[in-house]
């Protein structure tokens, strides 16, 4: 692999690292936006998955609710699991090439819900089979873009867990999900010796951003980091978006 391009997977993941310290999430999103100009979905997500699930294993155990999340999250978890597997394929399968338009979609729709503070409630005697029912949703869209935050961390938001609670339950969560994808894009071949080294990079510049994001975020307001991440998430889903759509009819 060219040094450009590994320059360019340092780059995206110390930005998406830098982001996931200061606000808690958006590692394998942003991540996965910045390098799907460049590569197609499966080839990045190949990148992602490693530094994604070991950043997530250290959010996983970063807070006192693990029994509680786990009580609460397994209907959404063993639904996306079940997605993801049943799924497996649409990364590298003839409709690989549109898995890019729904993620610029995705980013923008995510930016959208996130910008308009839109909220839903679901009240604790149908969290478990909406949960599943989510999960699933969650799986097929994570099988074919590697990205699992819709509709799984609005369902999160809306069961009413709080902010620390929330921000474990997405560790668990992700934990859980990136899993599962592994080992989907490992039957796919996409995750081979190749990818070790750029997968080492990202994993770097990942904790690297992460250790800034997590310095400063006691010096910024995080809700004004916030705003001007989704706004950028936006753009960078039109374009991506828009450029694969481009491509598809050339």
Same mark, same amino acid.
């Given at each position: 692999m060219h040094d $450009?391009?590994?320059?360019?997977?340092a780059a995206a993941f110390l930005l998406a690292g830098f982001v996931k310290g200061v606000i808690g999430l958006g590692l394998p999103t942003v991540s996965m936006g910045l390098l799907a100009v460049t590569m197609p979905p499966g080839q990045a997500i190949a990148i992602v998955i490693v530094p994604a699930i070991v950043t997530n294993i250290w959010q996983t155990f970063g807070g006192p609710y693990l029994r509680d999340i786990m009580r609460r999250l397994w209907p959404l978890m063993i639904g996306t699991v079940i997605g993801i597997w049943l799924n497996a394929g649409l990364l590298t399968g003839p409709y690989a090439p549109w898995g890019t338009v729904t993620l610029g979609a995705l980013l923008v729709i995510y930016a959208v819900m996130g910008l308009s503070r839109l909220q839903f409630k679901v009240a604790s005697r149908n969290e478990k089979w909406i949960g599943g029912i989510v999960g699933l949703v969650t799986g097929v869209v994570s099988a074919e873009t590697g990205v699992q935050v819709i509709p799984s +961390? $609005?369902?999160?938001q809306a069961i009413g867990m709080e902010k620390d609670e929330l921000v474990q339950a997405l560790g668990v969560f992700f934990t859980v999900a990136t899993v599962a994808l592994a080992f989907n894009i490992t039957a796919s071949g996409l995750l081979t010796a190749a990818t070790a080294l750029p997968g080492a990079v990202a994993m770097a510049a990942s904790f690297a951003g +992460? &250790? #800034?994001?997590? /310095?400063v975020r006691s010096r910024m307001h995080p809700e004004?980091?916030?705003?001007? &991440?989704? #706004?950028?998430?936006?753009?960078?889903?039109?374009? #991506? /978006?828009s450029n694969a759509l481009i491509r598809i009819h050339a």
């Open positions: $450009p391009l590994l320059i360019l997977i +961390m $609005p369902y999160m +992460m &250790f #800034i994001g997590q /310095a004004e980091f916030r705003r001007w &991440f989704l #706004i950028a998430l936006i753009l960078l889903g039109l374009y #991506i /978006a």
